[in-house]
């Protein structure tokens, strides 16, 4: 086996899931919502393929999906993206990530992550030969230490990769807080990854892209996809944005990773994309509603909860001498509910250690039944 691969262990989600279904428990672990997609989206798809749109889609995505893209980051943040050069399709934002690893980054190359990170990042930059350079976010507001951010960058420092809104501590970072990311990418010349899955997620804040900072267009991959967005994570469509020459590099390994992603969903997406404004009223009420009704239901139970201003997870704070991995097996086994013990998110601190992560993109019912059986 190779080396790199000998050391991956099973996703965390992955095994949670599994514990939760084995234990028969509610799963608020790995992150998809119970219930389905908007039925229009779907009927999208199944229109699709009865248009025998069947065959391999062209490997860059089909060009209606980029331009309905590009359409988005300008209405919604007035950045103006080239669908020709400046985008590329993948099968969700996990393979864009890959690919955006795999394109840019040389053996012996450092990035930095800020972790709690997802757990899809470690293994791209292993995979491509480099370095994994860990910067804690500190708990409970997780701020990352300028001082210690600058000190991470060296001078093989050639990415930094930015999860924004987070997964998983809910955290949306401030403008200043991009600026001083932004100013360390331009002062010592790397990329900036900034991940935006959760990008429509977000609770009494606006979410900003890293690429709309300034000139930071010029050095920054925004990766994004439809799973949270339109509650189809199954469909796995997902895109990188950046740089002509970056694209190309990113399509370079995606044309030999899976060529091209699944067509008809693309077909789907790229008519969803431009009709979405009245869903996403809808979606953001939905998952406010979600947010809130398993924080106060948490803080009834007498969890200490952090107070999400975006993605659909929220994090409780464990009680003194508790540890989370014991801590979840003790909820899945005794109280039938199923989370994410924090420390798989982190590789330096062991502040994970002292924290769980409960997903809420489940059906209120489902909410409700976990809460009661945590009370
Ligand atoms: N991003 C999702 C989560 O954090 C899981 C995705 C996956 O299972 N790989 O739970």
Redesign the pocket.
């Given at each position: 086996l190779s080396n790199t691969v000998e050391q991956f262990k099973e996703?965390i989600?992955?095994t949670m899931t599994k514990m939760a279904i084995e234990n028969k428990a509610i799963n608020l672990s790995?992150?998809f919502p119970d219930f389905d997609g908007p039925k229009w989206v779907i009927d999208l798809a199944s229109k699709a393929m009865n248009e025998n749109k069947n065959q391999y889609a062209p490997s860059m995505g089909i060009l209606p999906l980029r331009e309905a893209i590009a359409h988005n980051y300008k209405r919604f943040y007035d950045f103006t993206v080239n669908p020709l050069s400046e985008v590329v399709v993948t099968t969700g934002a996990t393979e864009a990530i890959f690919c955006t690893c795999m394109g840019i980054l040389n053996p012996g190359d450092e990035v930095i992550v800020l972790e709690p990170f997802?757990d899809s990042y470690l293994a791209s930059i292993q995979l491509a030969g480099a370095k994994v350079v860990p910067v804690t976010l500190k708990a409970p507001n997780f701020n990352f230490d300028i001082e210690e951010l600058k000190a991470a960058v060296t001078s093989k420092t050639k990415l930094l990769i930015v999860n924004n809104p987070h997964?998983?501590t809910g955290k949306v970072f401030t403008a200043e807080e991009i600026e001083v990311i932004g100013n360390l990418a331009r002062e010592n010349d790397f990329y900036i990854l900034s991940d935006e899955v959760y990008e429509f997620l977000t609770f009494g804040v606006d979410h900003k892209p890293t690429a709309t900072y300034g000139d930071l267009a010029n050095r920054t991959i925004t990766i994004s996809s439809t799973g949270k967005t339109f509650g189809l994570t199954g469909w796995k469509i997902g895109w990188a944005i950046g740089p002509a020459h970056i694209i190309k590099a990113i399509h370079n390994v995606h044309q030999f990773s899976t060529f091209a992603v699944s067509q008809p969903f693309q077909w789907a997406m790229a008519e969803a994309l431009v009709k979405m404004d009245e869903y996403l009223v809808e979606f953001k009420a939905d998952y406010l509603r979600k947010r809130n009704l398993l924080i106060s239901g948490l803080k009834e139970c007498g969890f200490n909860v952090s107070n999400p201003q975006g993605t659909y997870f929220a994090m409780a704070f464990l009680p003194e001498g508790e540890n989370d991995v014991d801590y979840c097996k003790k909820l899945i086994v005794e109280k039938k509910v199923a989370t994410i013990p924090t420390s798989a998110f982190y590789i330096k601190s062991d502040e994970g250690t002292k924290m769980i992560r409960f997903?809420f993109a489940k059906k209120d019912e489902t909410l409700e039944a976990a809460l009661a059986n945590l009370k």
């Open positions: 996703s989600f992955s790995q992150g997802y997964n998983p997903c």
